[in-house]
T-cell receptor, first 113, second 117 residues
Framework: AQKVTQAQTEISVVEKEDVTLDCVYE???????LFWYKQPPSGELVFLIR??????QNEISGRYSWNFQKSTSSFNFTITASQVVDSAVYFC??????????FGKGTKLSVKP | NAGVTQTPKFRVLKTGQSMTLLCAQD?????MYWYRQDPGMGLRLIHY???????AKGEVPDGYNVSRLKKQNFLLGLESAAPSQTSVYFC????????????????FGNGTRLTVT
């Protein structure tokens, strides 16, 4: 079975704190793809990153970084020096065998000033 | 460039009524998807299409039908709405399947909030 688990339902931090959003996945595929999406309060879904299973290099984009570890089936997302504008629901997703994306239930991040 | 456009943005239906949600994309994407988002459930795939004239069932297809008569449009139909179909519906499209060599993320519309009373 393919599954994505985001154990953290809600996280609240104060601005400038670092925060890590956890994502654990299950798949039997040897090649697979992982994604992160952001859903701000306005409701739209914004693509953040795609990672292939054969590329285990960590990725950094500005204040965002992603730590992919096949050994623990995890694809965690860290925001450094969080800002109020980072407040959103963040979804981790796994590329499914049907060609679709299988989403986790999301983590709601609240960044307070 | 409009991207993915969903109409309507909001709708209230009574149990048993029917309606069609329209999704239009202007990016010449092959793949289109319909998801529903419910509190605490994340996004779940209803139906999807890998090209004009094709459709396939996703995770939660019951009570919905779809059609992809034109490449740019993907219609989601509810023949007899039920309160359990109260949800936010998202349409998405992508150039190629995510397994392609292209970095082809899903582009989402802004959603349709449907309430069935």
């Amino acid at each position: 079975a393919q599954k994505v688990t985001q154990a953290q339902t809600e996280i609240s931090v104060v601005e400038k704190e670092d925060v890590t959003l956890d994502c654990v996945y299950e798949t039997r595929d040897t090649t697979y793809y992982l994604f992160w999406y952001k859903q701000p309060p306005s409701g739209e879904l914004v693509f953040l990153i795609r990672r292939n299973s054969f590329d285990e290099q960590n990725e950094i984009s500005g204040r965002y970084s992603w730590n992919f570890q096949k050994s623990t089936s995890s694809f965690n997302f860290t925001i450094t020096a969080s800002q109020v504008v980072d407040s959103a629901v963040y979804f981790c997703a796994l590329g499914g065998s049907q060609g679709n994306l299988i989403f986790g239930k999301g983590t709601k991040l609240s960044v307070k000033p | 460039n409009a991207g993915v456009t969903q109409t309507p943005k909001f709708r209230v239906l009574k149990t048993g009524q029917s309606m069609t949600l329209l999704c239009a994309q202007d990016m010449n994407h092959e793949y289109m998807y319909w998801y529903r988002q419910d509190p605490g459930m994340g996004l779940r795939l209803i139906h999807y299409s890998v090209g004009e004239g094709t459709t396939a069932k996703g995770e939660v297809p019951d009570g919905y039908n779809v059609s992809r008569l034109k490449k740019q449009n993907f219609l989601l139909g509810l023949e007899s709405a039920a309160p359990s179909q109260t949800s936010v519906y998202f349409c998405a499209s992508s150039y190629a399947g995510f397994r392609s060599s292209y970095n082809s993320p899903l582009h989402f519309g802004n959603g349709t909030r449907l309430t069935v009373t």
